[in-house]
């Protein structure tokens, strides 16, 4: 089993890292660049940092921010996402140092640009985010949602999930709005749902609160990797904590 990555999430909205509950009711949650060189210096993995409100507003992502997070991180593998819409987007955050992009609202509207992506960037560098809320209308009991968790597709997680693998998506990051800042749990009935229908790393999302939640993530939902916001831009663990938690209990960690 390859070692699992431990990834905290940026959120950012008004230049500021935020987080909610449900996708809505923002608390601030500090500086960027701050929470950078923190989790950069306390042994985070990668960072990811979320433009969340840019596809609402209809822009860009803030290349500023990724610039400055990512001079902050000195190195540390930073996923980006928000408001990409082209390949031409994805360049210009990777020539200020991001390692990699993320898609969602835009690979649903145009799904070739996954496929132009992965050939144009490497498919490593191109991860799909797929939010998801619970329809039991659909096969798989999931639907994906964009605009920031606005919009309803009638699209089936775990085939879009099939569908991004196959377009040459290097990694997929699935977040439960149902879960979403709740601390109550990753949705592991969602994630092993995608982590098991694909073969390409999937990262869980979205309710991580206690220790066990990140074992759970791993053992119950079939994740390589673990996203969480709230419980470390609030402190309540660090992720030396969080690693040492998971190695007791037979996960490989990165040290």
Same mark, same amino acid.
Not at 34 to 62: C, F, H, P, Q, W
Not at 227 to 233: G, M
């Given at each position: 089993?390859?070692?699992?990555? $431990?990834?905290?999430? /940026? ?11 449900? *996708? ?19 042994g985070?993995?990668? /960072?990811?940092?979320l ?9 860009? =992502?803030? $290349? ?10 000195? %190195? ?9 819409? #082209?390949?031409a987007?994805?360049?210009d /955050? ?12 835009a ?5 070739e640009?996954?496929a132009?992506a ?11 985010? $797929? ?23 009638? $699209? ?5 999930a099939?569908?991004? #693998? ?6 997929? /990051? ?9 601390? @109550? %749990?990753? @949705? ?7 982590? @098991?229908?694909?073969d ?23 994740a ?7 419980? *470390?831009?609030?402190? =309540?663990?660090?992720? %030396? ?6 190695a #007791? ?7």
């Amino acid at each position: 089993m390859e070692p699992v990555k $431990i990834i905290p999430c /940026l959120d950012m909205k008004d230049g500021r890292v935020v987080k909610g509950v449900h *996708f809505v009711d923002l608390r601030d949650a500090g500086d960027p660049v701050e929470n950078a060189r923190y989790y950069r210096e306390s042994g985070a993995d990668e /960072l990811a940092m979320l433009d969340i409100a840019a596809t609402v507003e209809g822009r860009k =992502t803030r $290349i500023a921010w990724a610039r400055q997070v990512a001079d902050a991180l000195e %190195g540390l593998p930073l996923t980006v996402g928000g408001g990409i819409r #082209e390949p031409a987007d994805m360049e210009d /955050l990777f020539d200020v140092g991001v390692s990699k992009v993320s898609v969602n609202s835009a690979a649903v509207a145009r799904p070739e640009l996954v496929a132009e992506a992965a050939r144009q960037f490497g498919g490593k560098r191109i991860v799909v985010a $797929i939010d998801g809320r619970r329809n039991d209308e659909l096969s798989s009991g999931f639907e994906v949602m964009v605009s920031g968790g606005q919009k309803a597709t009638g $699209i089936d997680c775990v085939e879009w999930a099939k569908r991004c #693998e196959s377009l040459g998506a290097g990694t997929l /990051l699935p977040t439960s709005m149902d879960g979403d800042g709740t601390q @109550d %749990g990753y @949705d592991l009935p969602f994630t092993r749902a995608i982590a @098991d229908a694909v073969d390409v790393p999937v990262i869980a999302s979205g309710g991580a609160g206690t220790l066990e939640h990140f074992y759970e993530g791993v053992a119950e939902g079939h994740a390589s990797a673990l996203l969480a916001a709230s419980v *470390f831009h609030f402190r =309540t663990f660090t992720i %030396g904590q969080v690693k040492e938690y998971l190695a #007791e209990r037979g996960i490989p960690v990165l040290h």
